[in-house]
């Protein structure tokens, strides 16, 4: 798997964990017979003071203890990015066009969760979806069927970091991605599969995926000019040769819309009341019906794609 894409995740994950981290230099601050925690560090170099919460031996060595987690954490982010820039990668700013079409991924962010979950089978409604999202807890679901929304929640946000969408959208991310929507599932995460599979409700069989081949046929799509026709081509690439052991629906829509969103093209989501007509559309593009290629394209391209206006 390519190094840059692997530091570009971790970083991501770390950068996310230090902004969830209660952590900083320690204020106590005393009103009537109370005493209250503030927190000072700082965001992007501008200083914040957060309020913690109410006093009390156990929370105040807590914050302590997350300050020295926190100082471990910085130290890895300064290696990471030493090694991203002698790999010669450089974190620019985005441009207003992409920021657009970035913010508006956040904004369907639960959304696109909830129906990439559904046509995934998974037991979920959209409330759920939230809650799970937002790190709360529900019931009545599987832990599997919420590790899965979980995964998708970690994979979305990682598309979404402002260095992975100026990195290429190529095998390396492709393959990253898989990773981290098979999370927990499979120790096979982020490799192309080595065993036959077959699909259910089709007779057609995925011959096993050579890297090679799979490097070559992506990039031929990944050279189109039109954005639109590269992600559309890009999921049914994906999905039809089922390039991994599992994930390869989720992984399809999600590297699609990294291609997207780093192009401010908008974004692809199959909508939840139309997936027994996508899943139709997809066996008979397996199967290679007449006319099922141009059926299936005219479905995304019309009705899961949601463009900037």
């Given at each position: 798997?390519?190094?840059?894409?692997?530091?570009?995740?971790?970083?991501?994950?770390?950068?996310?964990r230090?902004?969830?981290?209660?952590?900083?230099?320690?204020?106590?601050r005393?009103?009537?017979?109370?005493?209250y925690i503030?927190?000072?560090?700082?965001?992007d170099?501008?200083?914040?003071?957060?309020?913690?919460g109410?006093?009390?031996?156990?929370?105040?060595?807590?914050?302590?203890?997350?300050n020295?987690?926190?100082?471990?954490?910085?130290?890895r982010?300064?290696?990471?990015?030493?090694?991203?820039?002698?790999?010669?990668?450089?974190?620019?700013?985005?441009?207003e066009?992409?920021?657009?079409n970035?913010?508006?991924?956040?904004?369907?962010l639960?959304?696109?969760?909830?129906?990439?979950?559904?046509?995934?089978?998974?037991?979920?409604?959209?409330?759920?979806?939230?809650?799970?999202?937002?790190?709360?807890?529900?019931?009545?679901?599987?832990?599997?069927?919420?590790s899965?929304v979980?995964n998708?929640?970690?994979?979305?946000?990682?598309?979404?970091?402002?260095?992975?969408?100026q990195?290429p959208?190529?095998?390396a991310?492709?393959?990253?991605?898989?990773?981290?929507?098979?999370?927990?599932f499979s120790?096979?995460?982020?490799?192309?599969?080595s065993v036959?599979?077959?699909?259910?409700?089709s007779?057609?069989?995925?011959p096993?995926p050579?890297?090679?081949?799979v490097?070559?046929?992506?990039?031929?799509?990944l050279?189109?000019?039109?954005?639109?026709?590269?992600?559309?081509?890009a999921?049914l690439?994906?999905?039809?040769?089922?390039?991994?052991?599992?994930?390869?629906?989720?992984?399809?829509?999600?590297?699609?819309?990294h291609i997207?969103i780093?192009?401010?093209?908008?974004?692809?989501?199959?909508?939840?009341?139309?997936?027994?007509?996508?899943?139709?559309?997809?066996?008979?593009?397996?199967?290679?019906?007449?006319?099922?290629?141009?059926?299936?394209?005219?479905?995304?391209?019309?009705?899961?794609?949601?463009?900037?206006?």
């Open positions: 798997m390519d190094t840059i894409a692997t530091l570009i995740e971790e970083k991501a994950q770390i950068t996310r230090l902004e969830k981290l209660l952590h900083g230099s320690i204020e106590v005393e009103k009537g017979t109370s005493k503030y927190t000072h560090f700082r965001s170099g501008i200083p914040v003071t957060r309020y913690a109410e006093y009390s031996n156990e929370f105040y060595n807590l914050i302590l203890e997350n020295i987690l926190a100082k471990d954490l910085k130290k982010l300064r290696t990471i990015n030493k090694q991203l820039k002698d790999a010669d990668y450089i974190e620019t700013e985005l441009s066009e992409v920021e657009l970035r913010a508006l991924a956040y904004r369907n639960v959304d696109s969760i909830y129906k990439q979950a559904v046509l995934e089978g998974v037991a979920t409604t959209y409330s759920d979806t939230e809650t799970i999202i937002n790190g709360g807890e529900v019931s009545g679901m599987t832990a599997d069927d919420i899965k979980v998708l929640k970690h994979s979305w946000e990682f598309i979404l970091n402002k260095g992975v969408l990195y959208s190529n095998y991310l492709l393959c990253q991605i898989n990773s981290l929507v098979e999370a927990g120790v096979t995460a982020g490799k192309l599969r036959p599979v077959t699909i259910g409700g007779t057609y069989i995925p096993l050579i890297e090679s081949q490097r070559e046929q992506l990039d031929d799509i050279a189109k000019e039109d954005y639109a026709d590269m992600a559309v081509s999921l690439f994906v999905m039809k040769k089922q390039l991994f052991l599992d994930g390869n629906k989720r992984t399809a829509v999600i590297f699609a819309n997207l780093s192009h401010s093209k908008g974004l692809i989501v199959i909508p939840a009341e139309l997936v027994s007509e996508y899943k139709k559309l997809l066996i008979d593009y397996y199967e290679d019906k007449p006319d099922s290629e141009n059926n299936i394209r005219a479905f995304l391209m019309e009705k899961a794609l949601l463009q900037l206006k």
